[in-house]
């Protein structure tokens, strides 16, 4: 009975003692001593195996793995529970980093087991990391345990860092090193700030992840890991400005090469080579290049450029793009797929093209004016996307003046889209193509230089050209193609 009476009051007892206990430990942060002691006391009965990454190699070199340990580490939540951390302000305002002191120790898990990392540094300054490990976890993890810091280091580098825009300059023969001279690359322009389809702009996006996780793929098709894009379309329709949102939306430097600067293909190969990877390879223009050929520079210099057995000495990871006025004048091998992968075209604006310009720009979703200037597009006159921007960005303060002002434009400036002025211009563009490629078969070339010729020719552009004018409008998901 007296058995009962004390376990019946002893068990309550008991609980809120320990209960009281806990709010103690926990309440004067005790717990992490208790937490100390236990731990030392699980070390008691494990062997463990240490090994350090030190700063430097024997070299005096950079120990790469050293970094890829230290962004690692600094990226782990488990920081917080550190003894002792060092805060930094970041580069976004208010961003507050956190940095693991030295000789402080942080814990990580990996495939279930426990392992810690101290950050040493020794009376000398020489600093490295300390790998603890428990021996029986070390050959089940170790291996992929390190992969795994690699693979993460690799990302946090990708998306920390400070993207540039390299330019080729001309140097003098006895300096052929350093061809490439880089600025930050801060363009504001982002997929959302385009018009253009929403449903293209996704297919890219789409495109470029699949690409960024393509590495086992390419390599298992012993391809090299590249992609490559043609941008083409009528000046002013935002080809540049895509090229500065693949950039931004991949964070990868972007080396723009000016080919009026390249002497020859060796010194093409030579730039080639010293670009790195994770980057954007562009080449604006190559139409006007390809009819005008201002260098010693051959076209199979610049084929090889983007497919030659060359590119798979250069770095990996690279997206490659071109930009061009039209390509129809263009050698189908020079745009065979393999040498490029995916084609967008760039058209003048049509409505839906104005009213996600008049939504960024103006603000406007609606407008009583709206239904006229559909009018006037579906008439067939057009304007470029920067031409419509400019007169948005003039008249900002006044919507209703700046969608007069665009309405004007477009009837004045817009109509000659569609009638002899640009066909005039894609017509010279034709001409003059026809003329590089020297290609005497078919139907327009019999007699290619006689003015009757001449005309039919003009004729036929014109006809290419309102056919196209329909076919191609603002549906650009069509000419998006892969690997075909
Ligand atoms: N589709 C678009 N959406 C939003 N803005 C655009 C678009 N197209 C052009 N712009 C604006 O027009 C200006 C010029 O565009 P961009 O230089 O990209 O054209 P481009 O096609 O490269 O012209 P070019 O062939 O002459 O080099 C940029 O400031 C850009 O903001
Ligand atoms: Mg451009």
């Known amino acids: 009975m007296g058995i009962l009476r004390n376990s019946v009051i002893g068990i309550p007892v008991l609980v809120v003692v320990l209960f009281l206990v806990r709010v103690v430990l926990f309440k004067t942060g005790l717990i992490y001593t208790v937490k100390k002691w236990r731990r030392k006391m699980v070390d008691w009965f494990h062997v463990y ?40 302000a970041g580069r976004k305002s208010n961003e507050i980093i956190l940095r693991l002191d030295r000789n402080q120790v942080i814990g990580d898990e990996f495939l279930g087991a426990r392992v810690c990392w101290i950050n040493g540094e020794d009376e000398e300054g020489s600093r490295s990391f300390v790998l603890k490990i428990r021996k029986a976890d070390k050959r089940r993890i170790l291996g992929s345990y390190l992969n795994h810091i690699h693979t993460v280091s690799e990302e946090i580098e990708q998306r920390s860092k400070e993207p540039k825009l390299f330019m080729n300059v001309v140097v003098s023969d006895e300096k052929k090193n350093g061809r490439w001279r880089s600025i930050p690359f801060t363009h504001p322009c982002t997929f959302e700030n385009i018009a253009m389809e929403a449903d293209l702009k996704e297919k890219v996006k789409s495109d470029l992840e699949s690409f960024l996780k393509g590495k086992q793929f390419y390599s298992r098709l012993g391809r090299v890991w590249k992609r490559s894009y043609l941008l083409y379309g009528p000046s002013g329709t935002g080809k540049s400005s895509f090229v500065a949102a693949m950039a931004s939306f991949l964070n990868y430097d972007v080396y723009d090469i000016d080919l009026s600067k390249v002497e020859d293909d060796s010194d093409l190969k030579m730039i080639l080579l010293q670009t790195t990877c994770r980057s954007v390879i562009v080449i604006e223009d190559l139409d006007r290049f390809l009819s005008s050929k201002p260098t010693a520079l051959s076209v199979s210099g610049v084929l090889n450029f983007t497919d030659g057995i060359l590119s798979s000495c250069a770095a990996d990871e690279r997206i490659m793009v071109f930009t061009m006025t039209s390509k129809e004048q263009i050698d189908p091998a020079v745009l065979r797929p393999g040498r490029v992968d995916v084609h967008i075209h760039f058209p003048l604006c049509d409505f ?16 009583k004016l709206f239904p006229q200037v559909e009018g006037i597009f579906r008439n067939g006159a057009s304007l470029s996307p920067a031409e419509i921007g400019e007169l948005m960005i003039a008249n900002r303060n006044s919507p209703s003046r700046a969608l007069k002002s665009v309405i004007n434009a477009l009837q004045t400036d817009g109509d000659r889209r569609g009638t002899p002025a640009t066909t005039r211009r894609l017509v010279h563009e034709r001409t003059s193509s026809e003329d590089y490629e020297g290609d005497t078969s078919g139907p327009l070339c019999g007699g290619g230089s006689s003015p009757a010729a001449k005309e039919f020719k003009k004729l036929y552009g014109l006809l290419r050209l309102k056919s196209n004018k329909k076919s191609q409008s603002f549906n650009l998901a069509r000419e998006l193609r892969n690997g075909s």
């Open 49 to 88: 195996q240490f090994y350090k990454v030190p700063e430097f190699n024997d070299n005096l070199q950079e120990n790469q793995l050293y970094r890829r340990v230290y962004a690692y580490l600094n990226s782990l939540s488990s920081i917080e529970n550190s003894d002792y951390t060092n805060l930094f």
């Open 352 to 367: 839906a093209a104005f009213k996600a310009l008049a939504s960024s720009y103006l603000g406007l979703k609606e407008h």
